[in-house]
């Protein structure tokens, strides 16, 4: 069962409001966040987990002096107990509900025989390029710098209790407010290790993280450290994950609209605006068709059963009903050499059509909690980027080095 143990976190230790120094997942920042969050303040973290070329040498290697420098000079200190770390995520979603995400950070035990076997149970695939970036970035900084998703039947939300005095937090632009705090009573960290060990564990998220954690423990086999990765555990319930959709922007490839007619019932929706897309949106959810945006405007894909029904036989049984599905099994083979980039905010990405920085847009669906556990007990993996787990915890609140 899955091995889920404290660790000595690494801390921006003098700071109570860390909002300044923490960032988004690195795959989640796009367009001038970066430089923002590097104007922000000089030890973002940012500046590790998306580090640039400097005198240091390659990026990875200057994330790697970044971090040396950092605790050298007490900017991060390393916890002196081992804990796990309590997370609270408290937002708003979008049909104006108040919602709390409850979850513990902890360092899972990587499966001995590598990604989707024992019992980590990944849901979707992976893009090579983003595994051999997350390598060469784990290989030079020897740390787990921003925590991946697993979920557990266990009911993790009376186990992590309340925030202490020493909690710290930060507030992120979209309104969501980020609480961390350690829990060390021996018998509460080993209920929370005896929970996470019950069942089986569900990736939500950080897939690339995962298999290059699993490649770098595979390549050194006696590092005790690179045997785990920092992990967010939170229950696999729907009042405690909000999934949003990830659309599909394409760059490189006219004309899309006409070779869709093929395979969907194309039926247009008005020129592309941000009500336009917002009302896209709700029809997509009561048609279950897909939507698109292109120069033209917007427009919903209904898909055409006969055309479909044999693309969609290549997708395994339990993840045909998915968007993410369709995308890639009829969408996808008409793209040629088109590049695709993955966004989830719907407004921007027809705006980004509209200016003629991309060809059109692709929309999806958000995932269901059940199907993702369907997906994943029966050992199939989604589509990528199939589900985005919304909100996302902030980078910086606490890392883990492998040498401590």
Known sequence: MPRFQPFRGLRYGHLTDVGAVAAPPYDVIHDGEREALEALETHNAVRLILPRESEHGDGYATAAALLRAWRTEGVLATDDTAAFYGYRMAFTDTHGHARVTHGVIGALGLPPDGPGTGDILPHERTISKHRTDRLSLLTSTRANLDPIWGLTPAHVAPLVGEPGPDAQTAADPAGVHHTLWAITEPERVRAIADAVAADPLVLADGHHRFETACAYWSEH?????????MTLVVELAEEELWVAPIHRLVIGSANLRDRLAEYFAVEPCGPTTPASVAALEDAMATTGALGFADATGVALLRARPEKVAGPLEAEP???????????EAVVLPLLAQATLEFRHDAVALAAAVTRGDADAV???RPVEVADIRSASYAGVRMPQKTSFFAPKPRT????RSLDD
């Open 221 to 229: 086999p006696d590092d005790v450290g690179a045997s785990a990765i």
């Open 317 to 327: 049984v339990e993840v045909r009903n998915t968007d993410a599905a369709m995308f």
């Open 362 to 364: 692709v929309l999806l």
């Open 396 to 399: 910086g609140l606490v890392f």
